[in-house]
Nanobody, 121 residues
Framework: QVRLVESGGGLVQAGGSLRLSCVVS????????MGWDRQAPKKQRELVAT???????KYADSVKGRFTISRDNAQNTVDLHMSSLKPEDTADYYC???????????????WGQGTQVTVSS
């Protein structure tokens, strides 16, 4: 069974930094793309950043230059280092992973339970 567990959220002042981490557990699969979504109160979920298995990264325009995504393929982890945080970055952040099972065709996307990030002004 695939399980994603995030950690590292919390309260930080504007201009500060936080690092979110996510570990994917389970067996019988390989991980294609890993990433982070976020959802602020009363707003649609937004894709923040993704990183492919060969290290290609993509960012939402709203976080470019401030957030850095990284992954460790050996450990099945993905981190999001957030700096120069703004109050508008306040949201629940969700780790996600696109997975291919060795014995089942297709790809499957899984999300963690989320971790809250609050940026005070």
């Amino acid at each position: 069974q695939v399980r994603l567990v995030e950690s590292g959220g919390g309260l930080v002042q504007a201009g500060g930094s936080l690092r979110l981490s996510c570990v994917v557990s389970g067996s019988g699969f390989s991980i294609n793309v890993m990433g982070w979504d976020r959802q602020a109160p009363k707003k649609q979920r937004e894709l923040v950043a993704t990183v492919s298995s060969d290290g290609i990264v993509k960012y939402a325009d709203s976080v470019k230059g401030r957030f850095t995504i990284s992954r460790d393929n050996a450990q099945n982890t993905v981190d999001l280092h957030m700096s120069s945080l703004k109050p508008e970055d306040t949201a629940d952040y969700y780790c996600n992973a696109v997975i291919s099972y060795y014995d089942i065709p297709g790809t499957y996307t899984y999300w963690g339970q989320g971790t809250q990030v609050t940026v005070s002004s």
